[in-house]
């Protein structure tokens, strides 16, 4: 079974809605949307969803290692860590790191980055974090986010070492455009030696590339069908049309 044909049904309409929002917000390559969509599958695997924070003191040192002397006074404290982890960083005050802690779909954090993509969106983030729970404006903010990484990108010379791409929609095969998604969506500060020598301690990209093939051959077979264009703006006509996408997109695969 592959990873598109298990899943729920409130993934299914979720994928269906990524397609739409990535052709929408131009981000239009096959290559490119599987790729958006198989990171942010290891994100959120396709339900948007908040940082929980009940981690283990073992886990804590996997993804902080700067925070594994206190460990044990975290483990399991989602306040206490988050505000560890993320406070008084890129805007928020000590005490904020749990208010804006990682939600979404591919996990929006940091007060700056509330107001940045809300102000993106048209919508007040920061004053509600959980409108980004919403999977209409977790889609909205996944897309605004892929498409500033990759402005960043390419702005620091580093998004040509995936395939000499030259915008988000250069991309003619799974792998770079895998890479460079995850690129963005880890930190463009971050070496491309990091991203191409898979220095993934949390498992994201052996978990992406498994699940990008899937998402590709779905995302060919949903294009190639319906030249779909978001008119109403609204979740559920378009979860309805992708129940019925998935459906036949089954019997298909039979």
């Known amino acids: 079974m592959?990873?598109?044909?298990?899943?729920?049904?409130?993934?299914?309409?979720?994928?269906?809605?990524?397609?739409?929002?990535a052709v929408d917000s131009g981000i239009v390559n096959p290559y490119s949307i599987a790729a958006f969509i198989a990171i942010i599958s290891k994100e959120s695997n396709l339900?948007?969803?908040?940082?929980?924070?009940?981690y283990s003191a073992e886990r804590i040192c996997q993804i902080w290692s700067r925070l594994c002397q206190q460990r044990f006074q975290l483990a399991h404290n989602p306040e206490k860590l988050?505000?560890?982890?993320?406070g008084g960083r890129y805007g928020n005050s000590a005490n904020e790191g749990y208010k804006y802690r990682g939600r979404g779909f591919n996990q929006l954090t940091f007060k700056d980055n509330y107001k940045f993509y809300g102000n993106k969106i048209g919508l007040n983030?920061?004053?509600?974090?959980?409108?980004?729970?919403?999977?209409?404006?977790?889609?909205?903010?996944?897309?605004?986010?892929a498409k500033q990484g990759f402005n960043q990108l390419k702005s620091n010379g580093k998004l040509s070492s995936y395939g000499n791409a030259k915008d988000i929609n250069d991309f003619n095969n799974l792998n770079d455009a895998v890479e460079a998604f995850y690129h963005a969506n880890a930190g463009t500060g971050k070496s491309v030696s990091y991203i191409k020598n898979r220095k993934d301690n949390t498992g994201g990209m052996t978990k992406a590339l498994s699940r990008v093939e899937s998402i590709f051959e779905f995302t060919e077979d949903w294009l190639k069908k319906n030249p779909?264009?978001?008119?109403?703006?609204?979740?559920?006509?378009?979860?309805?049309?992708?129940?019925?996408?998935?459906?036949?997109?089954r019997l298909t695969k039979k």
């Open 2 to 21: 592959s990873y598109v044909t298990s899943l729920s049904a409130q993934q299914q309409n979720n994928l269906v809605y990524l397609i739409d929002e």
């Open 125 to 145: 983030l920061v004053s509600d974090p959980n409108l980004v729970l919403n999977p209409a404006v977790a889609s909205q903010v996944a897309a605004e986010f």
């Open 82 to 86: 988050f505000d560890a982890a993320y």
């Open 47 to 54: 339900i948007p969803v908040e940082e929980n924070g009940n």
């Open 228 to 249: 779909v264009k978001k008119s109403t703006g609204k979740l559920l006509p378009l979860a309805a049309v992708g129940g019925l996408a998935f459906f036949l997109y």
